[in-house]
């Protein structure tokens, strides 16, 4: 398999004489990628023995215990060769910047009003924040480099001015991002930022951002203080919602993991508030941790009514989402793509893109924003290519598409 990629001139042999420091670093970060391949390969050789040995006597536990130190030793190596795989494809990207625009329901930092923290202020404030994309930045990556330079509040009308400049001057539409649960504001606003240089083509963040703690998806205290905070966002989302309809631009809104509960009571109040609802190009579910059941019966509706076309991205093996069942009493979740679920989501014109055979971490929870694969997916999602577009790349599998490893 090396020889082949030495061939291809993938996997380089040596560095050159007199070679850049560019040349340098991509031959020395090609050596470390043939390493972790070989390593890897060998973890899933030691794992696929494991998943035979444990067939025999699965209720040993040294065996399941084998079984189990396998797959993380898996798990671990094919991180950390798909991340040396990405610093390498992404070697001579010039550094850049990018503007969230954001709006939050955060409560101001009392020693420092520029920055916010987890809980609810009863009002909603507006502003930008200036992020810095470093050089040789990979695709999907947050890395350390990546930076936030300045945040701005700002007042209502003068962020509705230099909305509207920002998007004259990049000719592009807004991409609503509703982060999820254990996301600090600076969190928030680094992987909006990253979302919105990553994606082709071009699009104005804005983000926003609610009250959600920064901890472990083992904090069960923060999760259930991060639901209650969920659930009093929403008015505030409506508010964004309604003033970036105003605009008369393309708008879409993406919501990650507990964000797309936040946003379908956005769309729930603007229903009940005056019988309207905003006019979005997308409405986009990445990993929604919100009852799969409770989200058909109450929130389909709106959503399909609420824009032009609505996604949901999945997949099967999101630990967190297994988690999170758990807590909830056994009850699927909307993003575990569940047989049922499915179903009910095709009947109600909701597109469906299972991600389950795609891996990108320990939990890949947060797989569309951290993958390659499905931020060009994205991409073309927001330019209004249908599912089943052979652009797009995904195996139609009748009431949803699938995407290929």
């Given at each position: ?20 420091s ?16 070989t ?8 794992w ?14 040294k ?53 916010y ?16 994309i ?5 695709t ?23 909305l ?5 001057t ?6 609503t ?8 504001f ?12 990553d ?14 703690h ?7 205290a ?41 946003l ?5 109040d ?53 988690l999170s ?17 499915l ?9 469906v893109?299972d991600?389950s ?17 499905l931020i ?23 009431g ?6």
């Amino acid at each position: 398999m090396f020889g082949a990629l030495l061939t291809l001139g993938i996997l380089s042999a040596a560095v050159p004489a007199g070679a850049s420091s560019v040349e340098s670093e991509r031959v020395r970060l090609e050596r470390r990628v043939q390493r972790w391949m070989t390593r890897t390969d060998s973890a899933e050789g030691r794992w696929e023995d494991a998943c035979s040995i444990i067939e025999d006597e699965p209720e040993d536990p040294k065996l399941a215990r084998s079984h189990l130190r396998a797959e993380i030793r898996l798990v671990n190596r094919r991180a950390r060769l798909v991340s040396l795989q990405r610093r390498l494809e992404a070697l001579g990207a010039p550094a850049s910047e990018v503007r969230v625009f954001y709006s939050t329901n955060r409560e101001p930092w009392r020693r420092d009003r520029r920055w916010y923290r987890a809980r609810d202020s009863g009002t909603l404030e507006y502003g930008t924040a200036l992020v810095r994309i470093p050089e040789d930045h990979p695709t999907g990556a947050l890395e350390r480099g990546l930076e936030i330079l300045e945040v701005s509040a700002l007042e209502p009308e003068v962020w509705e001015q230099q909305l509207r400049h920002t998007l004259d001057t990049l000719d592009a539409g807004i991409l609503t991002y509703v982060h999820g649960y254990n996301n600090s504001f600076s969190y928030a606003v680094r992987r909006s930022a990253q979302l919105a240089h990553d994606l082709e083509p071009a699009v104005v963040p804005v983000l926003y951002s609610w009250p959600a703690h920064g901890g472990t998806w083992l904090a069960s205290a923060k999760y259930t203080f991060d639901e209650n905070e969920a659930a009093r966002s929403s008015a505030g989302l409506a508010e964004t919602l309604a003033r970036l309809g105003a605009l008369d631009v393309s708008v879409s809104a993406y919501a990650h993991s507990m964000g797309s509960r936040v946003l379908s009571n956005a769309l729930l109040d603007l229903r009940q508030l005056d019988g309207s609802l905003p006019s979005l190009d997308q409405i986009v579910y990445a990993a929604p941790d919100i009852d799969a059941a409770l989200f058909t019966r109450r929130y389909l509706g709106l959503a399909v009514a609420a824009s032009d076309q609505v996604t949901v991205y999945c997949a099967q093996d999101d630990r967190a989402l297994k988690l999170s069942r758990g807590v909830h009493g056994g009850y699927d979740r909307l993003g575990t793509c569940r047989p049922g679920t499915l179903g009910a989501l095709h009947e109600g014109g909701v597109e469906v893109v299972d991600a389950s055979r795609l891996y990108v971490n320990m939990l890949d929870h947060d797989k569309v924003s951290n993958s390659p694969r499905l931020i060009r997916d994205l991409g073309l999602l927001l330019t209004g290519i249908p599912t089943r577009d052979p652009r797009r790349g995904l195996v139609d599998r009748g009431g949803w598409c699938e995407l290929p490893p």
